[in-house]
């Protein structure tokens, strides 16, 4: 499904122009026409250039799903800025880490999150505006400029004059989870972007008649770019939610008409456990499109509800390298390469393995502008990904004699949580810090309904007595609610190799032992 078109501020005029006022997504109370969003983007673009943004800036967004999301991303493409989308859950050190690695010159904020900003306010390098969305408040620090997202798109300038935009000008900086180190940053392309929405297309089949459904946030690549912007290429309608609730989640698709959702991580395992009911094929949906699927649930989820399913195996550096087509799914693969790449499997020494054996995922371009540019600012993490002219993904699998790939494992060190990658190194870094704590090691262990659960397994500092409570809090001030451990597990010491790094392997294969504190068992409450 080729438009012609390879830009935002392109797909967007052209779709304005055609579909003008028909509703193009609808968030959980309010709906977007393609022209609203045509127009108010291009206000909000104005006030921004009237304040000295220009192309190759970079920018900041911080925000729940909502128009304003929708106009900071087109209006920040209209001027050639470069859109660095942060989590909401973000805080700390890790939230100044990004803001500084990709050079902010603004953010756009939601007010809810302005006390994260000013809590590492004197930890920020380039930072000059920010722009809040909501209650407008008296600046509570002369650090910064702030302004009033309502009052820029309320501004009149007549600056209307915007740079040429082209499919290979960076269009956004997008924060991978931390593994060996801080989190990177992946500068994507317009034409990339484009890339996995088109890949989403056709592997889907999408058109116009079609309303596609996420509950992911904005901030990821799922639901910008296999939502939203397939969304665009397609001429269909989107509703994006900011939560996904299981009890309402089938009745939210009757009522709005849906005929395609996305999934990541247990949604699938906890729509499977709700009650059965006489209505659970009474629904529009014909095909969901995700990963990964859980072992064992395809042939019952499948009939169950009536839908098929797509699967991918990808990266926010990738997109999409491989998928597993509704009408050739094979059962625990991740699917066939797409047409845009090539994926092998290399050993060790970085040659490709016979089939059927382990090894290093990787990953190379059959054309230009389909994958990240590099990371920002991060030549040498750059080059070490590209070793031997593959882009390396860290994970371990194999390929069978019908060309499917498998994934078995990750060589990078991340708990897979709830569809979050987290990274070890980041959380480590901030439990390293409490004043009781000598040292820590985070492992992934196995979750109840999928992925993973976080463990920190610690050693104190001698003669301290540490309660897990008092640690948990320590974390909620630093860390995203996600990355906060269930498990706690305190040792005398760490098994280490002859380079005295931590054997993490053999704590995972300990697992949850019988020393584990489990903040479950005490109803422990995270905040977000």
Not at 198 to 224: I, K
Not at 413 to 421: A, F, S
Not at 462 to 470: A, F, G, N, S, T
Request: glycine share 6%; charged share 20%; hydrophobic share 35%.
């Amino acid at each position: 499904m080729y438009l012609g078109v390879e830009t935002f501020p392109a797909i967007i005029e052209f779709r304005s122009q055609m579909e003008g006022d028909r509703p193009f997504i609808k968030f959980e109370t309010n709906e977007l026409t393609y022209k609203q969003l045509n127009d108010q983007s291009t206000k909000l673009a104005s006030s921004l250039s009237s304040l000295g943004f220009s192309k190759g800036d970079t920018c900041a967004v911080m925000l729940p799903n909502c128009e304003q999301f929708m106009y900071s991303w087109v209006g920040l493409s209209k001027l050639g800025v470069i859109e660095v989308p942060v989590n909401t859950a973000y805080k700390g050190d890790l939230f100044a880490h990004i803001l500084n690695q990709s050079k902010c010159k603004g953010i756009i904020i939601s007010t809810e999150w302005i006390e994260r900003l000013l809590f590492i306010q004197n930890q920020l390098e380039t930072l000059q505006y920010v722009i809040v969305v909501g209650d407008y408040i008296q600046p509570p620090s002369s650090q910064f400029e702030w302004l009033s997202f309502e009052a820029l798109l309320n501004n009149k300038s007549n600056n209307l004059v915007f740079p040429s935009i082209t499919p290979q000008d960076p269009a956004v900086i997008l924060f991978t989870s931390g593994t060996t180190g801080p989190s990177k940053g992946v500068v994507l392309s317009h034409s990339a972007n484009f890339s996995v929405a088109n890949t989403a297309c056709e592997l889907m089949d999408y058109d116009e008649s079609d309303c596609l459904y996420s509950m992911f946030p904005l901030f990821h690549v799922n639901a910008r770019y296999t939502t939203v912007l397939v969304g665009l290429i397609a001429g269909a309608r989107v509703v994006l939610h900011n939560r996904f609730s299981a009890s309402r989640f089938w009745d939210i698709c009757r009522s709005e008409g849906i005929t395609a959702f996305n999934f990541m991580g247990s949604m699938l395992t906890i729509l499977m456990k709700q009650p059965e009911s006489e209505d659970d094929r009474n629904h529009q949906v014909k095909k969901i499109y995700g990963a990964p699927t859980p072992s064992g649930l395809y042939e019952k989820f499948t009939k169950r509800f009536g839908v098929s399913i797509a699967e991918v195996y990808g990266s926010t550096e990738l997109g999409t390298a491989a998928a597993n087509p509704p009408n050739n799914f094979k059962v625990g693969a991740c699917g066939k390469e797409v047409s845009i790449y090539e994926v092998e499997i290399h050993d060790e020494e970085g040659y490709s393995v016979p089939t059927g054996v382990l090894g290093e995922i990787v990953v190379r371009p059959r054309k230009s502008g389909v994958m990240f540019s590099g990371y920002y600012g991060n030549a040498e993490a750059t080059v070490k990904a590209w070793e031997n002219l593959w882009f390396h993904t860290g994970d371990v699998g194999y390929i069978d004699e019908e060309g499917y790939l498998y994934f078995a494992d990750r060589k990078k060190d991340v708990v897979r949580r709830k569809g979050e990658n987290i990274s070890s190194y980041e959380v480590e870094s901030v439990i390293n810090r409490h004043p009781k704590v000598a040292e820590c090691a985070i492992i992934g262990v196995p979750s109840e309904l999928s992925e993973e659960e976080v463990m920190a397994v610690i050693v104190l500092k001698d003669h301290v007595q540490l309660d897990p409570v008092e640690l948990l809090n320590y974390c909620e001030n630093h860390l995203a609610h996600f990355a906060v451990p269930r498990y706690i597990r305190v040792v005398n010491e760490f098994p280490r190799t002859p380079s005295q790094r931590i054997e993490k392997y053999k704590l995972r294969n300990e697992g949850v032992t019988a020393d584990t504190w489990d903040r479950q068992t005490v109803n422990y409450q995270v905040r977000r």
